[in-house]
């Protein structure tokens, strides 16, 4: 297998983008953005010890994972026509779930960008830096930090998010980062979609994120169990409607960081695969032939297509060191 600077140079002066999944989180600190993290330290309410036991009864901590099983428990009551009492129920433990992983995020995240050190954020900068596009999955704000730390090496690494005056999107401009299915700083007003900054009185975009959601104002997430309903929730956000588009405009060299490449995930696989994308590396951790990267490897190759898809240690692309 391939390294990392192998497969960027093998590309030439082509374009090239990057797409960061969970892996990328996960190689700053597992312990915080593992599934299993997040599902010991979530709440799930008057619903607790039932949300629990199906949790347990799959034994899986991925919380999307359980709700795609209640959707389909949901449509098989439907068809032996249950008792609409026990379908209403079901449908509120999806709706639990899902808010519990939301602000079981927003709880468990690390709450100022200085529990990143300079030395990390100078390495994923380096990282990042070469790269004409930045899409990302990730609700946290790793990310989002990184890119702000201007005054950090490499001082000419600039990037756009879209956001202008008053912190609102204000639609196809020079972006060229793309929170595919939102984050925890973005959120939906009447004025229009909106991201949380650092103010001037001192107060942290978690700090916002909590008060927001205090207030029943959750952030712009995309957290639905199945491919479709993800990219039907796109579809109803124009930022996120935009950001999709984008994925599908690329060309050259695509570099996916840190994916599963789980089935839930097809509508953005869908896109690339659209695209005029050439070539997709794929970043592989660990063994590459341990069960769970050949079953990765085997996703990979059927929803981008075989040709198309080479793969490299991720190891080697030392994002965060």
């Known amino acids: 297998m391939i390294s990392f600077k192998e497969a960027?140079?093998?590309?030439?002066?082509?374009?090239?983008?990057?797409?960061?999944a969970n892996g990328f989180s996960q190689a700053w600190n597992s312990n915080i953005f593992s599934y299993k993290s997040l599902f010991s330290s979530a709440e799930f309410g008057?619903?607790?010890?039932?949300?629990?036991?199906?949790f347990d009864t799959f034994k899986t901590y991925d919380f999307e994972k359980i709700m795609k099983k209640l959707i389909a428990t949901e449509e098989i009551l439907k068809v032996y026509n249950a008792d609409p009492a026990l379908i209403s129920e079901v449908q509120m433990?999806?709706?639990?779930?899902?808010?519990?992983?939301?602000?079981v995020i927003s709880k468990t995240h690390p709450?100022?960008?200085?529990?990143?050190?300079?030395?990390?954020?100078?390495?994923?900068?380096?990282?990042?830096?070469?790269?004409?596009?930045?899409?990302?999955?990730?609700?946290?704000l790793l990310f989002y930090w990184a890119r702000n730390k201007a005054r950090l090496e490499p001082e000419d690494y600039e990037t756009d998010d879209g956001f202008r005056r008053g912190q609102v999107w204000e639609g196809p401009t020079t972006q060229n980062v793309h929170f595919l299915h939102g984050g925890l700083h973005i959120y939906d007003t009447q004025a229009g979609v909106k991201k949380h900054a650092f103010t001037?009185?001192?107060e942290s975009i978690i700090e916002q994120?909590?008060?927001?959601?205090?207030?029943?104002?959750?952030?712009?997430?995309?957290?639905?169990?199945?491919?479709?309903?993800?990219?039907?929730?796109?579809?109803?956000?124009?930022y996120l409607s935009y950001c999709?588009?984008?994925?599908?405009?690329?060309?050259?060299?695509?570099?996916?960081?840190?994916?599963?490449?789980?089935?839930?995930?097809?509508?953005?696989?869908?896109q690339i695969r659209n695209s005029r994308v050439y070539k997709v590396f794929v970043s592989v951790y660990g063994?590459?032939?341990?069960?769970?990267?050949?079953?990765?490897?085997?996703?990979?190759?059927?929803?981008?297509?075989?040709?198309?898809?080479?793969?490299?240690?991720?190891?080697?692309?030392?994002v965060w060191r």
């Open 8 to 20: 960027f140079s093998s590309i030439g002066y082509d374009p090239r983008s990057i797409l960061l």
């Open 46 to 54: 008057v619903r607790e010890r039932i949300v629990r036991r199906i």
């Open 93 to 103: 433990d999806q709706e639990v779930i899902k808010n519990a992983l939301i602000e």
């Open 111 to 140: 709450e100022l960008p200085h529990d990143v050190t300079d030395a990390q954020y100078v390495a994923v900068r380096k990282f990042l830096q070469p790269f004409d596009e930045v899409f990302t999955l990730n609700y946290d």
């Open 200 to 202: 001037e009185q001192g």
């Open 209 to 238: 994120v909590k008060w927001n959601m205090g207030n029943k104002r959750f952030p712009t997430f995309v957290s639905e169990p199945t491919h479709e309903r993800k990219r039907v929730r796109i579809q109803h956000n124009p």
């Open 244 to 270: 999709f588009d984008r994925l599908g405009e690329l060309e050259g060299a695509l570099f996916i960081y840190g994916h599963s490449f789980d089935e839930n995930d097809r509508h953005i696989f869908d």
């Open 287 to 318: 063994d590459e032939h341990s069960e769970d990267n050949d079953l990765m490897k085997g996703r990979a190759r059927a929803y981008l297509g075989a040709h198309r898809v080479e793969f490299f240690q991720a190891e080697s692309a030392r």
